[in-house]
């Protein structure tokens, strides 16, 4: 492993104008007296690597010496091809730039590993997107981006779900995560994380205020409060159904994140789901007569008035409804109507 080690210690000290001895050894998970035998290969390799003594010394190069080698195996090749499969650059408008940087790193590449990254490219497709129900659009990504990446503070106008009216934050990003396709801006409001989906803002306004974060937090410090926060939040309601076995796989798929343990081995099965409101529950209407629930009672009083809701709503006749060329008409049933919460 040492020539793996001596290409490594190249490569940093290409990219910093000087390191301690003892961060490189840190880095390298070797000590401090490996690193300066390490130093002394290198420079009777003919590499111009020398070390300074002192309070500010450290390894260093020599100013305007670089090397083209990459170091990079086959793996590691495929690795960054993979990268560029998805479409996450290109909601950043950075996909240009990532195919330039490739056909660099291409270039660059050892002609033995150059056929793999190639192949990588054109056999692995990476579609963060779900399935159903797939994310809006990205809203003012744009302008969040300009934001992180200039550290200035934001104002938004922002929606939250299940409102119409938007409300308006002074935040300090921390910078932009995409999750399942879905982008969000995770930031400061008040000294407090918080999550910002990119599809509910209405508005964003980059501040010439320098940005005020917290000391010694990072993007994944706070993304990882915030997702802990999500995925431990405690469910509200616990509802057992009956599944028809033929509907089981499609449930599992689209509210699989509710269901809190494997379902039962009958025909229908028995599935535990834990909601974190009444309102969630009402999802399972949408399976129709192969979905029953059993327990609570007040879940089943709940979809049985929105049950005889829907019913009404579609039995009403005699009535003017719009049709499509937007007059109306009497006598034909509803289309396109919500059922009444």
Request: glycine share 10%; no cysteine.
């Amino acid at each position: 492993m040492k020539s793996s080690r001596l290409l490594s210690i190249l490569l940093l000290l290409q990219n910093r104008d000087r390191m301690p001895a003892a961060e490189l050894a840190e880095r390298l998970e070797v000590s401090v007296r490996t690193v300066y035998r390490d130093v002394e290969s290198l420079s009777a390799a003919g590499v111009p690597v020398y070390a300074e003594r002192g309070r500010h010394g450290g390894i260093r190069l020599l100013p305007g010496y670089r090397t083209d080698v990459t170091g990079l195996t086959a793996d590691e090749a495929r690795a960054l091809f993979v990268l560029a499969a998805g479409d996450t650059h290109s909601a950043l408008g950075l996909d240009a730039a990532l195919g330039s940087a490739l056909r660099k790193v291409m270039a660059a590449l050892p002609a033995p590993h150059r056929p793999a990254a190639e192949a990588t490219g054109r056999r692995i497709l990476v579609d963060p997107v779900r399935w159903m129900p797939g994310p809006g659009p990205t809203g003012e990504l744009g302008e969040l981006q300009d934001a992180v990446f200039t550290d200035r503070r934001l104002r938004l106008r922002y929606r939250h779900s299940g409102t119409t009216r938007p409300r308006a934050y002074t935040v300090d990003p921390y910078g932009l995560v995409a999750k399942a396709g879905v982008w969000y801006l995770v930031a400061d409001h008040r000294g407090r994380p918080r999550l910002y989906r990119a599809d509910r803002t209405e508005a964003v306004t980059v501040l010439d205020d320098p940005v005020r974060r917290r000391p010694g937090v990072e993007l994944a410090d706070a993304w990882d409060v915030l997702r802990r926060e999500v995925e431990q939040r405690p469910a509200g309601l616990h509802v057992t159904a009956l599944v028809r076995r033929t509907r089981l796989e499609m449930l599992l798929r689209i509210l699989g994140r509710f269901v809190t343990g494997p379902p039962g081995d009958g025909d229908p099965a028995t599935v535990e789901f834990a909601f974190p409101d009444p309102r969630g529950a009402r999802s399972l209407l949408a399976y129709g007569p192969d979905v029953e629930v059993v327990a609570p009672q007040e879940v089943r009083d709940d979809l049985a008035r929105m049950a005889a809701a829907v019913v009404r709503q579609y039995e009403r006749q005699g009535e003017e409804v719009p049709s499509p060329g937007g007059t109306r008409r009497p006598g034909t049933p509803r289309t396109g109507a919500h059922p009444a919460s």
